[in-house]
């Protein structure tokens, strides 16, 4: 929900009286019964505006920006951290990290287990409407952050890698605003294709035909073997930054500049995977497809930074 | 007297006249009955016939499928009183049979379906799962070969921890043994999830508190017959490689419930016994709902 939308309900909310409050979301329909019943009316008004917006967001994750980080190095028992340990430990190492925070977490059917941290400073109350969410599946090493402060970050992370029984955690160079999409390429919920032994047969046809026929067939095939089949998880961005020093020995004015010289290419679709896809198997990408390409959906990330070196970082 | 006796008669005999011609009317009823069961025998004939059909097709599969030299010797080729076409036909269907039969052992003694991939320098695996006799999802993963072995693209979930296990077999001497360990933690964790899916579909009055991912710990809400308590009881799933938990842990306001004969013995049963069959077993006992 952005910064407009969640000033205009604090106003709306205000403007309610607060008797009329409950007949007033009722007549509005925008929640199911369910999530009316969860509002408890005695509270604050402004309790209770908080706690829209945080049921906007989980039921609208496909916004805003989450960033993906990858927990390393599980200690032994990480395997067999359960809910009640993880709530436990989470609200205690980030409350012993940093005064002032209210912390929320709940489990949603899909296991994907919700984390609302809202920051005070020694001013002011948490603030649930500029809260930081995240999005994590117990048992897997990603976990996916929203609206983080850079002051926050290494308060957030340290608890999340405590909790979790691990020793590290990373940015995961993996970022967009579809939350979903995220999750479906870490988890491989989409339909990856193998290699089968039986490719199917072609038609029949006149020698050229069969030329480019098989061509075609051949790049379809590595497409689809790079990038998946079907719908593909809807990443909308990938990032490239090329890092190259100039090496013309006879110009020494450009080659004694220290930085390197910075190239950065941004791809944007409504959904890049299966753009790039379609790139593949029209031509216009050359098959096999680099790895440059391939690593977006093979190694689950969309941030590069590529520098004389090592082709990808 | 006289007259009485002779009503008697007369009575006696209007009523087998009457008889008589009721009997009559029944004949024509019989062709009716006839045809019905000509019919019958119509349908049993073709059924028959199509039954005698398929036992000899798949007979001649069998003489088919019997070793090439055998056939030689017996010089069963020439009993085939068949035309060219089906029989080509039949020995495709034999051969297709032979084969999904060997597919099927191997995949028994523990073989995996594998492709050579990318000229010779990586392989893709099948990892088949199954639980009870049905099949499950299948895992593929890719290996490259050259110029070391290393684990190249999957559709392995996160929480099985691949590269762990990769890193616990020596994955450079020996596939086969990582493949092995692999396969067991994918079954384990397949047939772990089959169970907690039958028992939300076969047990609707119990209440599934948590789950997780990688169905390693289960809480499940039991409501006991006698006042209605609620009974927690804990299942941790603390070896990945078995789908029976190494821990049950019950929990309940009535601090002696959990130490009873019963509930004990129904843990140790919750130990041995896939979760969906104790429970009916100890519905079955009625100690819970």
New interface residues.
Partial sequence: MDNLAKHLLQRLMRRIPASMLKSTLDKWGRLTAEKRKSLDFTQSKWTITQELVALYVTENPNQGMWHTFQLLD?EDDA??V??MQFKEQFKSHLSELKRNVSVKIKKHTD?AVWIRVAWGDGLSRPNHLKATYVVH??????VFVNALSSKNKPLLLQALTLSTKHQQIKAANLSGQKLTALRDL???QYQ?V????YPSPLPEKLRIEKVQAEASASRHRMAGETFGDGMLPALQSAFFQLETKFKDPTNEAMTQRDEPFICSVKFSSSNLLESLRHCASSGIASTPVTPLLSSIP?KGRNYFVITDNVPTA | MEGASMRGVLSHLSLLEVQARSRGSQVPQQPSRVKELKAKVEALTSQRDQLKAELQIHKKLQKLRAPVDKRREDGEDEEMDVDSGSSELFHLMARHSELTDLLHAHNLIGGYDAIITNGGKGMCFSLATEYEGVYLDTYKLELNLKPKVKISRHNIPPFIALNSLAEQSNLQTDVRAFLATVSQHLNAFAGRRQQLKLVKEQHKSVEVMESNLLCSILVLMFTVPKDKTPLLCTLEYTDHTRYLPTRVHLNCQDKLLPDSPNWKKNCSLLKEVPVHRALTAIKKASDIV
């Fill in positions: 599980p395997h067999s359960e809910l296991e599946y117990l048992q897997t090493p990603y870490l988890m491989r990856q193998f290699p089968t032994k093979l």
